[in-house]
């Protein structure tokens, strides 16, 4: 997490790639997640166009809501943060935090706190397919598109489709839109490229 | 218009070898969406402080 005059090292050659891919690739957002919802401006330095809560995408004639699964501040969408989660996100407590702690140490007492409350939840994916079901039904989106629950998945209803790109550390899986469809893949790093998601081997090819 | 979404990467909650190789394979995959002109949206926890013990990824992993 970023303290004033503070930028954790992690992901620092990431995140300049991404800086040098936002040079010629402008647009791609960044919606913050329950672990890397700190942000000040190094993420928007490197390109990013920063989201705390979610976005609506058109692209061609769909529509897209996306967001990370963790929970939602406006309450239209019936998706309620945890209380740890709103306390952490809160304005007056990250404000004092920073005050206490310097950028070195608050890192790390994030990272034991982090570390104590880690949960289980890839196992409960009933929450954001309920919820994604019902927002689909009374919206009028063609895609949910989420992660947080680590489960990739893709569900279809005839009021649209909600897609779980998975945890990608676990799966190395992902979502695309191309040609006016979303799908889920799976990166094949051997062979730098995506095939469509699967537990079975598969031989296409997406470009 | 093509489109590239990702999340819950963690990089940073793996092992020091782990998070390595992982930043190199989001790396790639950055390359292959610029060879492809593929945009990128990152939608949340591509960066993880803590929960780095192996136990709870390899359990999670063996049980998923």
């Known amino acids: ?207 | 218009m093509k489109l590239l979404f990702l999340s819950d990467v963690h990089l940073g909650a793996l092992t020091e070898a782990e998070n390595s190789t992982l930043e190199e394979e989001i790396i790639q995959i950055i390359n292959f969406c610029e060879s492809n002109n593929y945009t990128i949206h990152i939608l949340g926890d591509l960066l993880t402080i803590g929960w780095n013990s192996q136990i709870i990824f390899r359990h999670l992993e063996k049980n998923y």
């Open chain 1, 1 to 207: 997490m970023e303290f004033p005059n503070y930028i954790p090292p992690l992901g620092k050659k990431l995140l300049n790639r991404f800086a040098e891919y936002h040079k010629t690739k402008t647009g791609g957002l960044f919606i913050t997640g329950n672990h890397d919802y700190w942000t000040m401006d190094h993420f928007r330095n490197c390109g990013f166009d920063v989201e705390y809560e979610y976005r609506l995408l058109n692209v061609d004639s769909n529509s897209f809501f996306l967001t990370h699964g963790d929970g939602l501040s406006d309450s239209l969408f019936n998706l309620e943060r945890p209380l740890l989660h709103r306390i952490l996100r809160n304005p007056g407590f990250v404000k004092i935090f920073q005050t206490i702690f310097s950028g070195i140490t608050g890192n790390h007492v994030m990272k034991s706190f982090s570390e104590l409350t880690r949960d289980n939840r890839k196992l409960n994916t009933e929450r954001l397919s309920k919820w994604a079901r019902s927002t689909l039904d009374n919206n009028s989106f063609d895609y949910i598109i989420t992660g947080h629950d680590h489960v990739p998945r893709k569900e279809t209803f005839s009021t649209g489709s909600y897609i779980n790109t998975g945890a990608y550390y676990l799966h190395k899986s992902a979502a695309i839109y191309n040609k006016g469809e979303v799908n889920l893949v799976r990166w094949d790093n051997d062979n730098m490229i995506f095939k469509p998601f699967s537990n079975k081997p598969d031989k296409s090819v997406l470009q």
